[in-house]
């Protein structure tokens, strides 16, 4: 699709938006249900 000039802006929005979506899935998510749930670090 990165090739085709018609069909560029669409290949990078999906390609950033997962980008995007990949990073608030895996650091947000954790981050935000840690602090509400008021999980504290283990021991060690």
Sequence with gaps: ???DVFW???AVT???GLIV???LTMVM????????Y???A???
């Excluded at 998510?29 to 509400?36: F, I, M, Q, S």
């Design 14 to 16: 999906i390609f950033f």
């Design 1 to 3: 699709m990165l090739q």
């Design 21 to 23: 979506g990949t990073l």
């Design 42 to 44: 283990p021991d060690k």
């Design 29 to 36: 998510v954790p981050t935000l249900y840690t602090l509400l």
């Design 8 to 10: 560029v802006a669409l």
């Design 38 to 40: 008021r999980i504290s």
